[in-house]
């Protein structure tokens, strides 16, 4: 079982930077990708990024490619995902996923599912 608790997000600038995390309980998180989805009012929660369980492997959504760096620190059970260079499209609940699956882009791949944060961006 792994609980994850993202935090982080909140409201900026059209053009600025925020900095997600992703706090794992358990002591099998090493063991699993971790992605990062997000979803607005009335959409599908869509990908945007996954690291494999050793950090060697990482796909990006072609809309946040450049822009977004996903990585993790196993020894502290946490991932995050640095976003910059943000647009006001990027504006969503941001939730992080713990799978099995090698990197996999699609939600059903992931098992544990936090909360999700909210992130706003103005223009």
């Known amino acids: 079982q792994v609980q994850l608790v993202e935090s982080g997000g909140g409201l900026v600038q059209a053009g600025g930077s925020l900095t997600l995390s992703c706090a794992a309980s358990?002591?099998?998180?090493?063991?699993?990708?971790v992605g990062w989805f997000r979803q607005v009012p009335g959409k599908e929660r869509e990908f945007v990024a996954t690291i494999s369980w050793n950090g060697a492997g990482t796909k990006y959504a072609d809309s946040v490619k450049g822009r977004f760096t996903i990585s993790r620190d196993n020894a502290k059970n946490t991932g995050y995902l640095q976003m910059n260079s943000l647009k006001p499209e990027d504006t969503a609940v941001y939730y992080c996923?713990?799978?099995?699956?090698?990197?996999?882009?699609?939600?059903?791949?992931?098992?544990?599912w936090g909360q999700g944060t909210q992130v706003t961006v103005s223009s």
């Open positions: 358990g002591r099998t998180f090493s063991r699993y990708a």
């Open positions: 996923a713990a799978g099995r699956l090698h990197t996999t882009v699609v939600k059903e791949g992931y098992d544990y």
